[in-house]
């Protein structure tokens, strides 16, 4: 009286399957039982008792082609056939062809990637300008010069307490399946900094991973470090929430990669003179 996997159409994870492919055939005798019954219940003339046996099988998962095939032939069958309801991949395999299998039990996963979900983590002060319906993008060094474009489609409400990041799902098409489970990617969010604030040219920003700096000029051109909070970023410019006023100067330099103090000063000394640039006060949104 065992359910028994006698035949599997999938053999790894990863698999491509097309719809309509047979993925795994079961031998059941319940199944046989319950075919049974529908053929009772067919030759009957109840519609009700049909109906409840045909309700039944498809709880089974017997598909329309096999209970056309068996009302046409008044034949029970010894096995459920499942087939594949759409084309995509095998995300997850849990059996193996001869396997006993037990009902509610998973055989596999299979997901379909002509759209996919990106996960992606953004700094807890930008966090708050990202809302569902925001425009994104996309790249992936595996595919390099191609751009995927798409939108936020939910922010997870809990900030984690390690990274202090926000959480975001972002809903990309994937037409041609190039965009697989398990890439890493880096992604542009189209945030807005709010009205009347003031922003930097991103690339005046020196991030030394635990705060970002600038350099700004004083009398004399003198530069010395100030560290900033900064916002949202938008474009080529990153709002500042605090450590400049407006009309102060900064130098937009390229960029540098220092993480601590002490490398910044030598840094500096080394430094050759830079024109400054004024910084801007933003009145419109970015997009």
Do not use: C
Not at 17 to 26: P, S
Not at 127 to 140: C, K
Not at 232 to 240: H, I, S
């Amino acid at each position: 009286s065992l359910n028994r996997l006698t035949r599997l159409g999938v053999k790894a994870v990863g698999d491509p399957v097309r719809r309509g492919q047979l993925l795994a055939a079961i031998h059941s005798p319940e199944l046989y039982a319950a075919q049974g019954e529908y053929l009772l219940a067919r030759r009957s003339g109840d519609a009700g008792l049909q109906d409840a046996a045909r309700a039944r099988l498809l709880q089974f998962g017997v598909g329309a082609a096999q209970l056309q095939r068996m009302a046409a032939s008044g034949q029970a069958e010894r096995r459920i056939e499942l087939f594949a309801q759409h084309d995509g991949y095998v995300t997850e395999l849990g059996v193996r062809e001869g396997a006993q299998v037990q009902p509610g039990m998973s055989l596999f996963t299979l997901a379909r990637l002509d759209r996919v979900w990106l996960n992606a983590e953004l700094p807890e002060a930008q966090g708050a300008a990202i809302a569902p319906g925001a425009a994104a993008s996309a790249t992936v060094a595996a595919l390099p010069g191609q751009r995927f474009d798409g939108t936020v489609e939910y922010v997870y409400p809990e900030l984690s307490g390690v990274t202090r990041t926000v959480k975001l799902r972002i809903g990309l098409p994937n037409r041609d399946a190039q965009l697989r489970p398990g890439m890493y990617a880096s992604v542009r969010l189209d945030g807005s900094p709010r009205a009347d604030t003031l922003t930097v040219p991103t690339e005046a920003l020196i991030r030394t991973g635990t705060r970002s700096i600038v350099l700004i000029a004083d009398e004399g051109s003198r530069f010395r470090p100030v560290a900033v909070r900064i916002g949202v970023e938008a474009g080529e410019r990153t709002e500042v929430l605090e450590g400049l006023a407006e009309g102060q100067q900064v130098v937009a330099s390229g960029p540098f990669l220092i993480d601590s103090e002490a490398s910044l000063r030598g840094a500096l000394e080394r430094m050759a003179p830079i024109v400054p640039i004024a910084i801007e006060a933003a009145d419109e949104h970015h997009s």
